[in-house]
């Protein structure tokens, strides 16, 4: 094994039911400052932001809300963001929801302490600005699947060229992490099934990734274990606690793994659906992820079997490559037993479409961290298999 390394491990993590009444004793530690909550509109309003109200009151801290935070936060809203910071001047900042808000908060804590404009910081740009400094957060999510609240990376939606990209420094871990699963109850059916592929695709790409640590892939396997048990009844009775509680430390493990581990093509490709047909991001996930794995079969077959024994396929007896098509299968039961599509239905995919995604997804950050390299005529062929 080659020498390899990882700095990357969330600082302090309040994992449960009823976790969330421990905000008052987490914050207290900045008591007499100011804080900024950082959410969307619609969490904005929950029972779940009133509590963090309330918490950030009885711990001697004055709470200022910005709550204009879009799905797959684009550059513009996280300079807004950034903007509020520095009008509030906070000692802490608290993210609330699902990834969107925490990567928003993530983003706009890079510009307020490092300056610049957000793409600065792209993790492609071969001359990116440095992250010094940061200050401290509290992640506190409503979805599991993100991994957000655990991991050191933020995704922006550039609005200019219409791609996302990630940024990541081990100065955007947050301080506490807030993980109660009660937060994640009035997630529905789908939404629970879309944040849920996000968190398989997140551990099964970290598994196999080209930069495994191994202490990332046991974690990795762990979670496959968790979310191929959990999500189809999280999905089927959304209060089902135990479900819930089991698919948040699933997101949890997939989180802390991909730190570790990167991801890969399945997000790469995935990143550029969601910028071009607005696809929800573990929706996307959720649709290429089969066919990446079938491509990732044929240079990384004993990697995937990996993945069909944490998801309890039969193997014994079996060779690489058998073994590899059951985990595949077993992922494609899974996914289909929550209903994720295996095509992306009423949208038509156009030859200069396709050339923009199959470059895009060339671009991403995540596209040479696969296991085995794509050609740009194996990914239009991938993308041609789901659209
Ligand atoms: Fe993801």
């Known amino acids: 094994m080659p020498v390899s390394s990882t700095n990357i491990w969330p600082r302090r993590v309040v994992f449960g039911a009823g976790a969330l009444d421990n905000l008052a004793k987490e914050l207290g530690r900045w008591a007499g400052g100011n804080a900024l909550l950082i959410t969307d509109q619609r969490m904005a309003a929950s029972d779940g932001a009133a509590r963090v109200k309330a918490a950030a009151k009885e711990a001697g ?8 935070v879009e799905e797959n936060p684009s550059d513009k809203t996280v300079h807004l963001a950034a903007e509020a910071i520095l009008d509030t ?3 802490v900042l608290v993210g609330l929801g699902g990834g969107s808000p925490l990567d928003c908060a993530k983003a706009a804590n890079i510009i307020v302490c490092n300056g610049g404009r957000i793409q600065d ?4 740009n ?5 992250i010094g400094k940061a200050l401290p957060w509290v992640s506190i999510p409503t ?7 655990v991991c050191p990376v933020t995704v922006v939606t550039d609005s200019r060229r219409h791609v996302k990209f990630s940024i990541s420094s081990p100065r955007l871990i947050a301080e506490v992490c807030i993980a109660d699963p009660d937060l994640t109850v009035t997630m529905p059916p789908d939404l629970t099934a879309w944040t849920g592929a996000d968190a398989l695709t997140h551990a099964v790409e970290a598994y196999y990734s ?3 640590f191994p202490v990332g892939s046991a974690l990795a396997l762990e979670s496959i274990r968790l979310i191929g048990k959990y999500l189809p009844m999280a999905v089927r009775n959304g209060t089902d606690m135990e479900a819930r509680e089991q698919m948040l430390m699933g997101s949890l493990l997939a989180g802390i793994a991909f730190a570790q581990n990167a991801l890969g093509l399945a997000h790469a490709m995935a990143h550029q659906l969601t910028s071009e047909f607005g696809l929800q991001h573990g929706l996307a996930n959720g649709i290429v992820l089969p066919l990446v794995m079938e491509f990732n079969a044929r240079g990384a077959p004993q990697k995937l079997a990996a993945v069909a024994q944490a998801l309890g396929a039969p193997t014994s007896g079996l060779g690489d490559a058998e073994v590899a098509n059951k985990g595949i ?3 494609q039961a899974l996914l289909a037993s929550i209903g994720i599509p295996s095509r992306i239905e009423g949208v038509t995919l156009t030859e200069s479409v396709k050339e923009r995604l199959v470059a895009q997804a060339m671009g991403d950050t995540l596209f040479g961290l696969n296991p085995v390299k794509a050609t740009a005529s194996e990914i239009s062929e991938l993308y041609n298999r789901v659209i």
Do not use: N
């Not at 801290?61 to 204009?68: M, P, S």
């Not at 071969?126 to 440095?130: D, F, G, I, R, T």
């Not at 979805?143 to 609240?149: I, K, L, Y």
């Open 121 to 124: 910081y792209d993790l492609t």
């Open 126 to 130: 071969p001359s990116k600005a440095k």
């Open 329 to 331: 299968e077993a992922v």
């Open 61 to 68: 801290l004055t709470l200022h809300v910005f709550d204009q």
């Open 210 to 212: 080209r930069v495994a």
């Open 143 to 149: 979805t599991a699947g993100t991994g957000s609240e």
């Open 89 to 91: 001047g906070p000692a």
